[in-house]
């Protein structure tokens, strides 16, 4: 398929460009200017623009529009209105005003909201976010916006990002005058969210109820061969992956999502795709466009897409590499330590906040990426560790422990001689990438793997962005009495000594998976929040909710129910997933068991008739009849456990019950399953295997 990607590329979307084009000059600097200084967009322009849009909108096939947002759901939510209006001859107008586009009015109480909003208290308010832009899908014309309740508490997952993005902003932008950098205007959070995903035979998902429902295998033996011959990673692509990702590629370039990576993953049916990274907000808004995108995409191929973060039992799940830096309005990336980053003192002063920052509040990293399904995959020898650490690599270490004893640090150029005459030398990178590593620094930003798959990046986006905030500040407000002075570059390197001091302890620069680190990271005092369970409560430790209450963030309220939204949360789905096991047990495993045990029984029987040994179908028939009381058993205890989980009415406590005593007796259940499994004829067992799934597209 031959495509013309500049041609194609944001054709679906109301950009600058089309601006240009489609805005009288006074409206299109009115709109700038809105977008520029956060200012209330007048109605009369309004009006203008939403015209020009709806009359551009059509032209792309939109007979609707709706506002687009994030609720606490952690998906996106979307009711479409359609353009039509009556006239007054009966016949059908085309319209859609300004205050349609800047304002609509969803039910709030139909959404998660931790106790802000009752049932009986249905309005909410969702508002155009003009940094983000306005695009086509589906006959539809999509408008970007926020979500808030009636009495304006925060309900979404897009005004706290927005609201921490103007914070650091602010702060950095004073920060960096006190370095003589005074063109700088704006400082922006940038993103770009490289994105795991599982595609399997839509015919093989149809068969199995598990991922129907939960989107993962609550049941499966592991086949004879994983991922443990690392053949799958970056290998050539299969016909109809490569029709997959050709197709998803287009469909991307069309809503201007800046797709440019993608490739085999580590286990077997695992693929990855990477975006050039953008605003924070528009990555936002892209990722989870892109998510969906390619859940529809798949279809078309017969194929699913999988975007849980365990979906097998085994095998590498899936993440979501959240690529996190900041850059000035003047183009400069305040993470990049250029040629020698001894004498860049305002990146190794930005380098010692984040390194500050990510200890003191290492809790609100942890949570930021928690939820139930990442919980099976964080910690498990293929994804960073639950303990929240920073890699730096070797240079800029060194570089840190001179700082720190007072000594001359000296850049050396590095390059590989690859030993090959007609192949040429090339520079080294000042660090090496460490896939262990939840917080590493690649270059130029900070890579954040321990996020999920399935999350909306908006949440570790605003805790990174209000933490920075917070760090930044402290530092202006330490340093300011000294701007401009002879001692300032002093004063810096005195506080840069005293933030190592006493944060050194989150650089580690090793193998995050190993059990050492467990011991060394204990020794430390670092926290270990094994779960979501374990971890989501700190949101509303009085350390966390100072820095969000300081910026503007969240408020008190807002913070409580935010960490009952994600309890709640947890506790449903470890609900669904036990009910789930505990049918697809009793009506489709136990009884494939038994009907073949009853199958050996009767053989044996007829070769006893006859005089025949059956020595093999009693131990099979033995061994199964056991495992099949065993199953039975379990069904009953899970059964038990989650009506006992039900009956918890405290949050937490609740959540607490279905992780430790429900997700104990699951695994139980599993195990008896996935060994019958085992003894059982392909034939006979009701749902396809792990072979099945992963090896057949």
């Excluded at 590593?437 to 798959?453: D, K």
Aim: aromatic share 8%; net charge negative.
């Amino acid at each position: 398929m031959s495509v013309n990607i500049p041609e194609i590329f944001a054709c679906n979307v109301f950009n600058e460009e089309v601006m240009k084009t489609r805005l009288p000059k006074n409206v299109y600097k009115n709109f700038k200017k809105t977008v520029r200084y956060n200012e209330p967009l007048d109605m009369t322009t309004a009006d203008v623009l939403a015209n020009a849009i709806k009359e551009w909108a059509m032209e792309k096939g939109a007979t609707h529009y709706t506002h687009w947002f994030q609720p606490m759901t952690g998906s996106t939510a979307e009711k479409h209105d359609s353009f039509i209006t009556p006239g007054s001859n009966g016949m059908a107008l085309m319209e859609f005003s300004g205050k349609a586009l800047v304002k609509g009015e969803p039910d709030a109480s139909s959404f998660p909201s931790g106790g802000l909003r009752q049932t009986s208290s249905a309005r909410g308010y969702t508002a155009w976010d003009p940094t983000s832009y306005c695009f086509v899908k589906e006959g539809s014309l999509y408008i970007p916006t926020v979500f808030v309740s009636y009495t304006g508490e925060v309900l979404d997952k897009k005004t706290p990002l927005l609201r921490s993005m103007q914070a650091l902003s602010k702060t950095a932008v004073r920060f960096l005058k006190l370095f003589g950098n005074d063109r700088v205007t704006q400082v922006t959070s940038t993103v770009g969210a490289e994105q795991e995903y599982f595609l399997i035979d839509k015919k093989m998902y149809d068969q199995r109820e598990d991922l129907i429902l939960t989107g993962r295998t609550l049941f499966g033996a592991k086949p004879p061969k994983g991922q443990e011959l690392d053949d799958q990673y970056f290998a050539n692509l299969r016909p109809r992956i490569a029709a997959y990702m050709e197709e998803l590629d287009i469909e991307l370039w069309k809503l201007g999502i800046f797709s440019k990576t993608k490739h085999n993953e580590v286990a077997p049916a695992q693929h990855e795709m990477a975006p050039i990274f953008t605003t924070s907000n528009l990555g936002t808004d892209q990722n989870e466009l892109a998510m969906e995108v390619m859940e529809k995409v798949a279809l078309r191929h017969g194929l699913v897409c999988l975007l849980h973060e365990k979906p097998f039992e085994g095998v590498n799940g899936s993440g979501k590499h959240n690529n996190w830096s900041m850059s000035t309005n003047d183009g400069q990336n305040l993470l990049d330590p250029g040629d020698t980053p001894m004498e860049n003192l305002q990146f190794l002063t930005i380098l010692c906040a984040l390194i500050k920052g990510v200890d003191e509040y290492a809790d609100l990293m942890r949570l930021s990426a928690a939820s139930a399904g990442n919980d099976h995959r964080l910690g498990a020898d293929e994804a960073p560790p639950a303990i929240v650490s920073m890699f730096l690599g070797e240079e800029l270490d060194a570089v840190l422990q001179a700082i720190e004893n007072d000594e001359v640090y000296k850049t050396e150029a590095k390059a590989f001689e690859i030993g090959v005459d007609a192949l040429p030398s090339f520079p080294k990178d000042s660090t090496d990438r460490n896939r262990t590593s939840p917080f590493a620094f690649t270059g130029n930003r900070f890579e954040f793997r321990m996020v999920g798959s399935s999350d909306n990046i908006a949440c570790p986006n605003v805790l990174l962005n209000t933490i920075v905030s917070e760090e930044l500040d402290q530092f202006t407000e330490i340093l300011e009495p000294f701007k401009g002075s002879e001692g300032f570059e002093q004063e810096v390197k005195k506080l840069l000594k005293k933030v190592l001091k006493e944060h050194r302890r989150i650089i580690f620069n090793g193998d995050g998976y190993s059990p050492e680190w467990v011991k060394e990271a204990e020794r430390r005092g670092l926290p270990n929040y094994a779960s979501t369970v374990d971890c989501m409560p700190h949101y509303t430790d009085e350390k966390n909710m100072r820095i969000f209450r300081k910026f503007g963030i969240y408020n008190q309220n807002e913070l409580t129910a935010r960490t009952e939204i994600h309890l709640e949360k947890y506790s449903k789905t470890v609900r669904i997933e036990g009910r789930t096991m505990v049918e697809m047990a009793r009506k489709q495993l136990l009884p494939a068991t038994l009907g073949y045990v009853q199958t050996l029984c009767e053989s044996i029987a007829t070769k006893n008739q006859i005089g025949i040994k059956s020595t093999t179908e009693e131990k099979i028939a033995n061994k199964l009849s056991d495992l099949a009381e065993k199953l039975y058993d379990s069904i009953e205890r899970l059964e038990q456990r989650i009506g006992e989980a039900n009956k918890v009415k405290d949050i937490q406590q609740q959540a607490e019950f279905f992780h430790d005593r429900v997700l104990a007796e699951m695994d139980i259940m599993r195990t008896v399953a996935d060994e019958i499994e085992l003894n059982m004829p392909a034939s006979q067992w009701p749902i396809p295997a792990y072979s099945e799934i992963i090896y057949n597209v």
